[in-house]
């Protein structure tokens, strides 16, 4: 069974970076295609970017291009999302989640059937 | 505004059966999967559907999904108050070479 267990919530200031960390247990985990969804309070999920370890094949969207990091590190088992530049706006809900078909599509073509917790970031000065 | 439209909100009584629309084009729906998920406030969400049609294990049977051309389509039967969440399709866009999901739809059993 797999699990994904995301890094605590965080409180950073307008400008500055935040990097969520995501940890996989069970699984192969470098066939994983995982994903990085957000939620901002009262809006609906937005996709933000992907990532397949084991064909090192990266995603983003085009909302997030250039301010958006996506990348994993086997030895640990664990995908980051790292986000720059950040606004108020950025305030959201943060979601790793993985697709784990045993041959990965690109990241974002398949279903999403393991998420992480969430994690809250707020933007505040 | 979302690549795939779904309507704002549904509603239907106990027991009724509702359907929740995905609307796309040919360069996401008309050439890929579409899946879709069950949103509850406070948790993450749940996969409902995959690859248009199919039920993770432990998903009841009440649950179905269909895709014809460019749309896509969540019905839900013999509705149950537990039902009421926000639902999400979800599809891959050649054009944007990324997922993409619909704007979520709010179901509400009267």
């Known amino acids: 069974q797999v699990q994904l267990v995301q890094s605590g919530a965080a409180v950073k200031k307008p400008g500055s970076s935040v990097k969520v960390a995501c940890t996989a247990s069970g699984g192969t985990f470098s066939t994983f295609a995982i994903s990085w969804v957000r939620q901002v309070p009262g809006q609906g999920l937005e996709w933000m970017g992907g990532?397949?370890?084991?064909?090192?094949?990266?995603k983003y969207a085009q909302n997030f291009q250039g301010r958006v990091t996506i990348t994993a590190d086997e030895s640990t088992r664990t995908a980051y999302m790292e986000l720059s530049s950040l606004l108020y706006e950025a305030t959201a809900v943060y979601y790793c989640?993985?697709?784990?078909?045993?041959?990965?599509?690109?990241?974002?073509?398949?279903?999403?059937?393991?998420w992480g917790q969430g994690t809250l970031v707020t933007v505040s000065s | 505004q979302s690549v795939l439209t779904q309507p704002p909100s549904v509603s239907g009584a106990p027991g009724q059966r509702v359907t929740i629309s995905c609307s796309g084009s040919w360069s996401n729906i008309g050439a890929y999967d579409v899946h879709w998920y069950q949103h509850l406030p406070g948790t993450a969400p749940k996969l409902l559907i995959y690859?248009?049609?199919d039920r993770p294990s432990g998903v009841p049977d009440r649950f179905s999904g269909s895709k014809s051309g460019s749309s896509a389509s969540l019905a839900i039967s013999g509705l149950q108050a537990e039902d009421e969440a926000d639902y999400y399709c979800q599809s891959y866009d050649s054009s944007l070479s990324g997922g993409v999901f619909g704007g979520g739809t709010k179901l509400t059993v009267l």
């Open positions: 990532i397949v370890p084991i064909v090192h094949t990266t």
């Open positions: 690859n248009n049609n």
């Open positions: 989640a993985a697709a784990t078909e045993t041959v990965p599509r690109p990241p974002g073509a398949a279903g999403l059937d393991y």
